[in-house]
């Protein structure tokens, strides 16, 4: 029996030695295929994901608006805009303008109590910000889509509150560290460099952060003159971890339009300024850096925190007119976003 089988053997050896040369040159074909069936798993995968967060921002948008309409009547029936210009200027107008590191303003209770109530419940479903990767989540505003009473409530803050009412109030604060600022980087403008200059303000975006976020020492965009940070703290949220202010050991001018991110090893804590309602922090983008952290291990686990960011600046015209006073070695230095704030 033995004998047999080896003889067996001996005769199907070829064979299977020709059926694994034939495996084995086809073996690339098969890793190909099977990578190219894991991708479309992936992509399938991908859409699928994509299709089911759109649901449910969807159903979330549908659900808010159900009682929309009602809530948007009430909102637009307490609007005042005489009394909210006065309170917003009293507001803005009472702040302490600190010059180190650089000039800003903490303004507590910016807007009137029913207004801010207003603005957070007007946040759009959370779902809304998960189109982007986590801690890199944001909604420009005016919002593209949103519940409608998110949308009427933003659009006033955006349209009225920032631009008509709180842009012109900041421009006054900071007009004179501002000037100097001006002064020293086109001192071709002469004595008064915002007499030629209009200034208007960006839509803004609201940002959602959450633990393990982590924005390192910067500087904003040059040609956003002004940063407003109001906060957007909900009932119960924790103070903590609001933004942090550096000085700057050998700071130097930001190169070119984008942000100007500063190593850390050169930061020197200044200040850290709290996270609380209805606050709103001002700043010149001029010297020293800012920051934010949530740590990981920040409680809760599913803790969610807004800020509402726009930024006062030229328009496109008075750019590229402050730009053309500059010697052609100093052109660099703010090249780059020319869009108007």
């Known amino acids: 029996m033995n004998e047999r089988l080896r003889k067996a053997a001996a005769l199907l050896r070829p064979q299977a030695l020709v059926v694994s040369a034939r495996a084995h040159a086809r073996l690339p074909d098969l890793v190909r295929h099977i990578e190219a069936l894991t991708n479309e798993v992936r992509a399938l995968t991908a859409t699928l994901e994509t299709v089911s967060l759109h649901e449910r921002q969807l159903r979330a948008v549908l659900q808010s608006d159900a009682t929309g309409d009602e809530r948007v009547l009430r909102f637009q029936s307490m609007l005042d805009e005489p009394s909210l210009a006065q309170h917003i200027e009293k507001a803005v107008s009472r702040a302490t303008l600190h010059l180190d590191p650089f000039p800003y303003c903490v303004v507590d209770r910016l807007l009137p109590r029913s207004y801010y109530d207003a603005l957070i419940a007007a946040i759009p479903p959370v779902e809304l910000f998960g189109d982007r990767p986590v801690n890199k989540q944001q909604l420009l505003v005016p919002f593209v889509f949103a519940p409608k009473y998110s949308r009427v409530v933003w659009a006033h803050m955006a349209d009225v509150a920032a631009t008509r009412l709180l842009a012109p ?100 804590w200044v200040a850290d300024v709290e996270f609380l309602p209805n606050r709103a922090l001002i700043f010149l983008n001029s010297t020293g850096a800012h920051g934010a952290h949530i740590p990981d291990d920040a409680e809760p686990a599913d803790l969610e925190r807004y800020t509402y960011q726009f930024r006062v600046g030229p328009e496109r015209e008075s750019m590229e007119a402050l730009r053309s006073t500059l010697p052609e070695e100093r052109q660099p230095l703010w090249a780059g976003k020319v869009t108007s704030y």
Do not use: N
């Open 169 to 268: 109030a900041i421009v006054s604060k900071f007009r004179e560290p501002l000037a100097d600022w001006l002064r020293e980087h086109f001192p071709a403008v002469g004595a008064d460099p915002l007499a030629g200059v209009e200034l208007k303000c960006s839509d803004g975006r609201i940002m959602l952060r959450r633990p393990g976020y982590k924005i390192p020492p910067h500087r904003d965009p040059k040609w956003g003159f002004i940063t407003c940070l109001l906060y957007l703290a909900r009932p119960g949220d924790d103070s903590r971890w609001g933004t942090q202010l550096f000085r700057v050991e050998a700071d130097d001018e930001a190169r070119g339009g984008a942000p100007h991110w500063v190593p850390e090893e050169r930061c020197r």
